[in-house]
T-cell receptor, first 115, second 111 residues
């Protein structure tokens, strides 16, 4: 099976712009979670989607949003980018919502740099 | 705040030695998981230990869980240079279900 894929792998944006990141889960996986990783804050949970519905959300401002399509592919959007949004954005998939009960399979991440 | 806190933050050992990393958490959990990350890449799942288990093995990995102390440890035996990576513990609160990662331990194994 192909692993979790994320596009693009690298992205450079300017403050104030918006960005959309894409994640394709492992075939058959219906749950997709997003994480932000920075040197200062570490790995932080953004949100989790299952069957096109947001099941859980982390403590991020409303500028961060996401969605999931019927084929389980997911996108996350960040509007009005700030310098502090520079991070590695990781997507993870699992068969069903994890709630910590099941392992997640991570993609390689999208490295976003905001200048 | 992070659910899991890891100790030490960094560890440097020689090939062949054992490496031990510790994780502490704050609330009641369903399970605890350990992941590895190589230099800014995606995470790889290593092992999941359920809240009713005390110890689990997988190859050269040994994980223990002490729910009374809200702590876990990961032992890597006979380390190899390829084990050089960051190791994270992750827990999900029984209440919220959100998976929360610790700050990680950076392990360097010198050949």
């Amino acid at each position: 099976k192909a692993g979790v894929t994320q596009t693009p792998r690298y992205l450079i944006k300017t403050r104030g712009q918006q960005v959309t990141l894409s994640c394709s889960p492992i075939s058959g996986h219906r749950s997709v979670s997003w994480y932000q990783q920075t040197p200062g804050q570490g790995l932080q949970f953004l949100f989790e989607y299952f069957s096109e519905t947001q099941r859980n959300k982390g403590n991020f401002p409303g500028r961060f949003s996401g969605r999931q399509f019927s084929n389980s592919r997911s996108e996350m959007n960040v509007s009005t980018l700030e310098l502090g949004d520079s991070a590695l954005y990781l997507c993870a998939s699992s068969l069903v919502p994890t709630s910590g009960r099941y392992e997640q399979y991570f993609g390689p991440g999208t490295r976003l740099t905001v200048t | 705040s992070q659910q899991g806190e890891e100790d030490p933050q960094a560890l440097s050992i020689q090939e062949g030695e054992n490496a031990t990393m510790n994780c502490s958490y704050k609330t009641s959990i369903n399970n605890l998981q350990w992941y590895r990350q190589n230099s800014g890449r995606g995470l790889v799942h290593l092992i999941l230990i359920r809240s009713n288990e005390r110890e689990k093995h997988s190859g050269r990995l040994r994980v223990t869980l002490d729910t009374s102390k809200k702590s876990s440890s990961l032992l890597i035996t006979a380390s190899r240079a390829a084990d050089t990576a960051s190791y994270f513990c992750a827990t999900a609160s029984s209440n919220t279900g959100k998976l929360i990662f610790g700050q990680g331990t950076t392990l360097q194994v010198k050949p």
